[in-house]
């Protein structure tokens, strides 16, 4: 068979599935280091900063900073 594209020989090697190798381990999805970082900031530090902002922004002083989200 020939490389439609350079014109050299190519040989097709038959795709070898090794079924046995596989271990429970390696099928078990586990976060990585940067997946469980992410995972961290989004669940627990954004939304306690938001609490802050918000805390800070609803006792202010300024009538139109307490008014903000509310319909």
Do not use: Q, W
Not at 17 to 29: I, S, V, Y
Not at 50 to 57: E, H, N, S
């Amino acid at each position: 068979m020939k490389c439609k594209y350079c014109g050299t020989l190519v040989s097709k090697s038959p795709s070898r599935f090794e079924g046995d190798d596989l271990h429970d381990e390696e099928l078990t999805p586990f976060p990585d280091n940067t997946a469980m970082a992410l995972i961290v900031i989004s669940t627990i530090i954004i939304p306690f900063f938001g609490l802050i902002v918000g805390g800070v922004i609803s006792f202010s002083d300024d009538g139109h900073k307490r008014d903000t989200g509310k319909a």
